[in-house]
């Protein structure tokens, strides 16, 4: 059974703070990791993918893979309350389970104000 | 684009009903995952298709459950009877690669 583990939080940040998200995975052959934001009542929506070792940033976002150590994390700069959330870290398998999404069961965070 | 397009957003049913849910997926996009959401379970993946084929159903929790993808734009996803314990949102998600986006989901309440 493929797992992709989480800290369920909450994890609560003062605007403007730095956010931290951690996942830790156990298929070693995964290759594709993906980290969605859900609102509440809302559906996920995708806000970054990474594939490689190493750190990809989009804006505020910075996600960063170390395949050795299985883990992923989101760092989120200058937090607003609009990022308050649930994310999910979601890990693509590997062999005959190409596509197939294994989703942690997220963490919430509170940015307050 | 619209995006992935799920119907009802909300379906109430008694139990031993049948419960039929609706989605269709982004236009292009060759992939189409049925996924449930429980804050007991999480986000699982239920079954998903590639090009209206079903590759894997493992995620499928019992025979009651079962689900088509008659062509492109189309996939449904049956519960027949339905129990209780099925009461979830339901997700629908489409990808032309490895990134998936989701509908806005069916809350399902089986009384």
């Known amino acids: 059974q493929k797992e992709v583990e989480q800290n369920s939080g909450p994890l609560s940040v003062p605007e403007g703070a730095i956010a931290s998200l951690n996942c830790t995975y156990s298929d070693r052959g995964s290759q594709s990791f993906f980290w969605y934001r859900q609102y509440s009542g809302k559906s996920p929506e995708l806000i970054m993918s990474?594939?490689?070792?190493g750190d990809k940033e989009d804006g505020r976002f910075t996600a960063q893979l170390n395949k050795a150590s299985q883990y992923v994390s989101l760092l989120i700069r200058d937090s607003q309350p609009s990022d308050s959330a649930t994310y999910l870290c979601?890990?693509?398998?590997?062999?005959?389970?190409?596509?197939?999404?294994?989703f942690g069961k997220g963490t919430l965070l509170t940015v307050n104000p | 684009d619209a995006g992935v397009i799920q119907s009802p957003r909300h379906e109430v049913t008694e139990m031993g009903q049948e419960v039929t849910l609706r989605c269709k997926p982004i236009?292009?996009?060759?992939?189409l995952f049925w996924y449930r959401q429980t804050m007991m379970r999480g986000l699982e993946l239920l079954i998903y298709?590639?090009?209206?084929?079903?590759?894997?159903d493992s995620g499928m929790p019992e025979d009651r459950f079962s689900a088509k993808m008659p062509n492109a734009s189309f996939s449904t996803l049956k519960i027949q009877p339905s129990e209780p314990r099925d009461s979830a949102v339901y997700f629908c998600a489409s990808s032309r690669g490895r990134e998936a986006f989701f509908g806005q989901g069916t809350r399902l309440t089986v009384v």
């Open positions: 236009s292009g996009h060759d992939y």
């Open positions: 990474i594939y490689s070792n």
């Open positions: 298709f590639n090009n209206n084929v079903p590759i894997d």
């Open positions: 979601a890990v693509e398998g590997s062999g005959g389970s190409n596509y197939k999404l294994t």
